[in-house]
């Protein structure tokens, strides 16, 4: 009786802790998943919380990778076959594309293994576990500096992965959850042989491109293939044609049964970032200053850009990939600006933080941090801009990419001999860069930054050097001023001009640099930076981490079911709830599913963004959809959840009650755009591509059958139903030599932190120069983005590791 009724309290108390959050908000470590599982069973999932993840034995979390460390994608079958969104495979696909090869636009499948095209520089990593590490993180930091803390983390975090993967060929990384209240361990096993299998065209994986972008209702085709290939052992190994599709642990059926309003959806991958707890003041600040700053550079890029490539097909091709990456975030930082606005969620925070006053009154330990914070951003506000600057504008055109190396290491050269060493080591990043580098556009850019800096930031910040050359340029206006200055940079410099640059890496001269005028100009900037506002910054930093620490501490000990989860932070996560419609003002509601009648009714032959393949306006007009068709003769397209989900978990699998793949995670709606900051209930969507679609294109656009044969296809119910159509692979056929491609530079920001002349050590042997210059502006404004091309998160903080792949 005492048991039971033990035992009855105990559940109790456990439903209503798991009730007591926003039911669907949430990104869960899968390690905790024990105290969800209730919500989860009641909400239509069939399994326990150890079939999603448990150590030692195969389980749900085995079949999720972590993609090129910016995406997640899914393994789908026994012979390492990866499914994740057509954004995340983009960089690869682009690169791989030329005028005569052109599979960006026409797609392509290989019809076998010997046609699948090796990635270079991709990877996809596995969990292999996770540990609490809380303790003995905590312990060793304590009484150390919070200004050094960041240093005396990184060697806690070394001794403790090096422990953890001792003797064997894993990779391990700390995590620092709740802002640093907590700490896990994860470590990886990660493989390096990653291969593309297929894609659609892109009139079909970009559907509507940045015009439907960020919004529901959508019809994009999200998708695109690889393969994990390792060496006999299946282990991890380099490329090599004598290397075999991976056998995983755990690869996740397919369902073909489709989805309706209500079944239960969960989510696994690796979301990225997000800062539910930020304080009132950085949405102040993000609102007011720098999201549309942001929007303002960026606007400045992509139109010069979009000029280059509506003149041509191959330019086009070559700056496609920058482009979309570019794109994303400008438009992201658009809604954001407008939902945070719309939802009031200055004043939401507000609230929050009347209350914590409240609370903390008297309580030495939280009495007064809201003042502290006030203070730090009043200090911080005047400077903010700078690093946006620095980072949208300064660093971002391609002579600042090719001369910031040499900016920063100049102290260090002595001889020509120095200068040609540095070059000779940044060879393939400096051809990277050129790649994309077209002359005109890139004037324009730097020409209308600088106006916009001129305009915004107060002259006593700019570096002296602007007045001096504005006056030596002087036109009619300071506009044209800095037009006529930016002319003569372009006209003079190596670093305006191609051919000058090469000529000039061939034989360098130190004299000639140092008299060049883009890295006169550029150094400058950097140095101004540098010097005059990255210790504020720096300062800014420091005290925003150490308040927004025991902020969220004060918060949990508050209310303790307030901070449930900890913020997005590129761990791997589970997000559960239900396939779910809504209205997204009044008067207006939008259906959960959109179909291939709508894809029609967006079709705009010949457009940029809304062209469609005639095979699939064909097909369309045949209904020939297969075993893909819903009930009612229609195809899916998307459909979407109320999942929690950001950034990161771009081609994260969308799963059933029973363990099977319905769908493909691709983005998030308008109405949420403010939802790395808040989760609101209400509107906030994910909006999935259905995986019946993507089965159907692949069949029936693609002809790729063999993949379809490869894949283990559900109908659902019930639970453990035998595979109807599987059938197994054959022994690979012996590899061809492929044409080796290579990954995006985007997708991979270092896990180094580097500065000034550590920096350029690496850098001359590593690091290519264009990750570099973006690695440059993001240590320089203290952000290690996960996403590369995405800009500093304002009101997000940054996260200790490395990521992207946009
Ligand atoms: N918004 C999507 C995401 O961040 C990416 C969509 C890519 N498409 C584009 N038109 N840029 O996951």
């Known amino acids: 009786m005492k048991y039971l009724l033990a035992v009855g309290l105990a559940a109790l108390s456990f439903m209503a802790s798991a009730s007591s959050t926003t039911p669907d908000e949430g990104m869960w470590m899968p390690i905790h998943l024990k105290k969800n599982e209730v919500k989860m069973k009641s909400l239509g999932l069939k399994l326990s919380s ?12 085995d079949a999720i990778v972590w993609f090129n460390g910016g995406c997640t994608g899914e393994i789908i079958s026994s012979q390492g076959l990866v499914l994740t969104n057509h954004h995340c495979g983009y960089d690869a696909i682009a690169t791989a594309s030329t005028k005569e090869d052109n599979i960006l636009d026409n797609g392509f499948w290989a019809k076998n293994n010997g046609q699948e095209r090796p990635v270079k520089g991709m990877w996809v990593s596995v969990v292999v576990r996770m540990e609490d590490v809380t303790q003995a993180v905590l312990a060793k930091i304590k009484g150390v500096e919070e200004k050094q803390r960041g240093a005396k983390l990184q060697g806690i975090y ?27 361990l994860f470590v990886f096993e990660k493989f390096t042989d990653i291969r593309l299998v297929g894609t659609p065209p892109q009139n079909v994986g970009k559907f509507g491109g940045d015009t439907d972008n960020w919004m529901w209702p959508r019809h994009t085709g999200d998708f695109s293939m690889f393969r994990i290939y390792t060496n006999a052992e299946n282990k991890p190994a380099a490329y090599s044609t004598a290397n075999k599709p991976y056998a995983p642990k755990h690869h996740l059926p397919v369902s073909v049964a489709g989805v309706k309003e209500g079944d239960f959806a969960m989510i696994m991958g690796f979301p990225g970032r997000t800062n539910r707890y930020e304080f009132s003041n950085g949405i102040k600040l993000a609102v007011e200053k720098v999201n549309p700053t942001i929007v303002s550079l960026r606007d400045s890029r992509l139109k010069s850009w979009k000029e280059v490539m509506d003149k041509s097909v191959s330019d086009r091709l070559l700056l496609s990939s920058d482009y979309a990456s570019i794109a994303n975030y400008w438009k992201y930082y658009i809604g954001q ?7 009031k969620v200055y004043d939401q925070k507000k609230e929050l933080e009347a209350r914590f006053a409240n609370f903390a009154k008297g309580n030495p330990e939280y009495d007064g941090l809201l003042e502290k914070v006030n203070k730090a951003y009043e200090a911080y506000s005047p400077y903010a801009l700078q690093r946006t600057y620095l980072q949208e504008a300064i660093m971002a055109p391609s002579s600042a990419q090719l001369s910031i190396g040499f900016v920063t290491q100049a102290a260090n050269f002595k001889t020509d001999a120095d200068v040609k060493k540095m070059a000779d080591g940044m060879k393939a990043g400096f051809e990277d860069i050129l790649s994309t580098f077209f002359q005109s556009s890139d004037q324009k850019i730097v020409t209308q930054h600088l106006v916009k800096y001129f305009n915004a930031i107060p002259k006593e910040q700019h570096p002296a050097l602007l007045a001096t050359m504005m006056k030596k340029n002087k036109g009619k206006t300071d506009e044209e001023s800095i037009e006529k200055y930016v002319a003569y940079l372009y006209a003079k410099s190596i670093f305006g001009d191609k051919a000058k640059f090469t000529a000039f890496t061939e034989k360098p001269s130190l004299k000639t640099l140092t008299k060049d005028p883009i890295f006169v100009h550029v150094s400058a900037f950097y140095n101004n930076y540098i010097t005059n506002f990255k210790p504020k910054i720096d300062e800014f930093n420091a005290m925003n981490a150490q308040l927004g620490r025991a902020y969220i501490k004060g918060l949990r000990e508050m209310q303790s079911d307030l901070v449930a989860y900890p913020d997005a932070n590129s761990s791997l996560r589970l997000t559960y709830g239900s396939v779910q419609s809504y209205d997204p003002k009044d008067a207006v509601h939008y259906d959960f599913v959109t179909t291939l009648d709508g894809v029609m009714e967006k079709y705009v032959p010949g457009d940029s963004e809304f ?11 045949k209904k020939n959809y297969g075993q893909y068709a819903m009930a009612d003769g229609r195809m899916p397209v998307a459909f979407i959840t109320n999942n929690d989900i950001t950034g990161g978990n771009s081609g994260s699998p969308v799963i059933n009650g029973s363990g099977h793949l319905i769908g493909l995670a691709f983005d998030g709606n308008w109405e949420a755009m403010s939802g790395d900051i808040v989760f609101d209930k209400k509107y906030k969507r994910t909006i999935n591509v259905d995986i019946r679609y993507v089965l159907f294109l692949i069949e029936k656009l693609g002809g790729a059958t063999n993949i379809i044969a490869e894949l283990n296809l559900v109908k659902d119910e019930p639970r453990f139903v035998q595979p109807i159509d599987e059938i197994k692979m054959s022994v690979p056929s012996p590899i061809a030599k492929p044409l080796p491609i290579k990954a995006g530079v985007k997708g991979a920001t270092g896990k180094t932190t580097l500065e000034g002349a550590k920096m350029m050590d690496e850098s001359t042997s590593k690091i290519k120069a264009k990750e570099l210059a973006e690695k440059t502006a993001a240590k320089a404004v203290e952000v290690t983005g996960k996403e590369a091309m995405r800009p500093v998160m304002p009101v997000t903080e940054a996260v200790p590791v490395k990521r992207e792949g946009e």
């Open 611 to 621: 062209d469609l393949p005639a095979k699939l306006v064909e097909l369309h007009g």
């Open 337 to 343: 600006t407008e939902q945070l606005t719309r939802l």
């Open 158 to 184: 070394k001794e403790l992965t090096a422990e953890a993967i001792k003797g064997t060929h894993y990779e391990a990384q700390v995590r620092e959850m709740y802002k640093g209240n907590e700490y896990y």
């Open 50 to 61: 150890e079939d999603l993840y448990v150590v030692g034995k195969s389980s749900m979390k």
